[in-house]
Each structure stands twice: as structure tokens, then as C-alpha cells.
């Protein structure tokens, strides 16, 4: 009689088993509604357990069939894409950034061999802090200034004045040489590749120079901070202490070296 008693556990246990994982040992706790059905064939006779089919399709459902990487729906990939630029479009962004508003201009010929911008855009702000003037400039320009403007002029300024609001914009596009020198080779400004910046105005109505800025104790600190961050968005990173010819402003291009960038 024992031994009768015995063999039910033993085919118990003979099920735990195969019902288990087979990389591991360590049973695995059940999932919520993943119940198993055990069936006693005529004799005796304790057939494999069965997976109850809601519980099986639940569990597929949740740690499913495997997708393919390979898309299969390219059409409407390239439906919902072009809705996209059209919602930016219509919203005002350029190049392809929320952040960059303006307008398109398209190709701009320079009066001079040499002056021109191909695919013009004109910015009007960069993560939302206006320009005091809409600038002419090209993409590559616009995304640099986008950057500086995001990662080193906002958190320089906003300690002061309720933070940056505008940028005083000195000169952008402009079909000229460098320093307006005759004979000289062309500005990367005739190229639309270039900002020069004067100043800051602040929430509260306030305006930071660079002239009288740049050595004040109060905004120093805060501009050297910008000039710096400038190099590496910029190629080119001009300020008060370069030359003479950049006492009042920051000059950036996005000129590229294989030095690197230029900075003084």
C-alpha cells in the first residue's frame, strides 16, 4: 500500500519537471491567469499537463511573436514624414528644427565673384530667443547658432535681468571682404556663413554690451563664458580681445579648419 501511495508524487514531480525551463533549474513563479489543466486517462494514466488556450494567447500577446526589422509599410513611412515638415513648415521652422524660426529664400547671388548663399534661410529666432534683426544665413550657420545660443548664451545669462531675451544682432549676410578691405578675399558674411553679435537684451529691459561688457564685473564673466562656448558650434569665434576690428561684438562663421576651430 505504500508504495501506491508513493507513485503519484513520483509522477508529480516527473511533470513539475518537464513542465519547467530547460536552461535553469529554479522553478519559475506562474504568471496571473496562466492556469494548467491536468487530465487522468482511463486507468490511471496522468496525462501531460495543457495550457489553458486564453491564458496561451494572453501570454503570446504580451511576450509575443517576434516583429521583423524590415519595414513593410514604406508608403506610409513617407506619408507621415512629409506631414511632419509640414506641420514644421507651417509653424515656421527652418532647417528642419522646431527651434529655428524663420522663412526660406532660397538661392541669394552675391554682386561679387565669390558672394552668394545657396538654400538661404532667415532667422528670425533660435530657441526662442528673437534677433533683433532677421539674419540671412545658411543652414550650417543657423544650427551652430541654434546651439551656442542653447547650450552656452541662455545658461550664461539667466542669473541676470530674468535671463536672455534677444539677441543684438550686428551684421549678417553681407556681400563684402574681410574687414571691408578692397582686394581682400571674400567675408565668410558674403558667404552666409557668418553672425557678428553686439549685445544681449534681458527680460527686464536690460541691455548687456559687449563694448562696455566685456570688462564690467557684473557681465564678464557671463560673456567670456558665451565666447568660449562658442568655440566648437563656430569655426571661427572672433571677440573684443581678437583685433581691433572686433572691440564691440562677437564674430562667429562657421568657417572649418583642420586645426580645428579658431578662437581669439
Not at 79 to 107: T, W, Y
Request: glycine share 12%.
Amino acid at each position: 500500500m505504500r508504495g501506491w501511495a508513493v507513485l503519484p508524487l513520483i509522477m508529480l514531480g516527473q511533470i513539475a519537471l518537464a513542465a519547467g525551463p530547460d536552461s535553469s533549474e529554479r522553478p519559475v513563479a506562474r504568471q496571473q491567469g496562466d492556469s494548467l489543466r491536468v487530465s487522468v486517462a482511463p486507468g490511471g494514466a496522468i496525462a501531460p499537463p495543457k495550457r489553458d488556450p486564453a491564458a496561451r494567447a494572453a501570454a503570446e500577446g504580451g511576450q509575443g511573436m517576434k516583429a521583423s526589422l524590415r519595414p513593410t509599410l514604406r508608403s506610409a513611412k513617407v506619408e507621415q514624414a512629409a506631414r511632419a515638415r509640414q506641420r514644421m513648415l507651417a509653424k515656421g521652422a527652418v532647417c528642419g528644427d522646431l527651434a529655428i524660426q524663420g522663412s526660406r529664400l532660397g538661392r541669394v547671388p552675391g554682386r561679387i565673384s565669390g558672394c552668394g548663399v545657396e538654400n538661404a534661410v532667415k532667422i528670425r529666432s533660435v530657441s526662442g530667443i528673437r534677433l533683433s534683426t532677421a539674419a540671412v544665413m545658411d543652414c550650417t550657420t543657423a544650427k551652430a547658432l541654434n546651439t551656442w545660443v542653447r547650450q552656452s548664451a541662455v545658461p550664461a545669462l539667466a542669473a541676470q535681468g530674468g535671463g536672455l531675451k534677444e539677441l543684438k544682432v550686428a551684421a549678417h549676410y553681407a556681400c563684402r571682404t574681410r574687414n571691408n578691405r578692397k582686394g581682400g578675399k571674400i567675408s565668410e558674411h558674403g558667404k552666409g556663413r557668418a553672425i557678428d553679435i553686439s549685445g544681449f537684451k534681458l527680460a527686464d529691459g536690460s541691455t548687456i554690451s559687449l563694448l562696455r561688457g566685456w570688462r564690467a564685473r557684473r557681465s564678464s564673466a557671463a560673456l567670456r563664458r558665451m565666447h568660449r562656448g562658442a568655440c566648437g558650434p563656430f569655426g571661427t569665434v572672433l571677440g573684443p580681445e581678437a583685433d581691433r576690428f572686433h572691440q564691440d561684438h562677437f564674430h562667429f562663421d562657421t568657417a572649418r579648419y583642420r586645426s580645428g576651430s579658431y578662437c581669439r
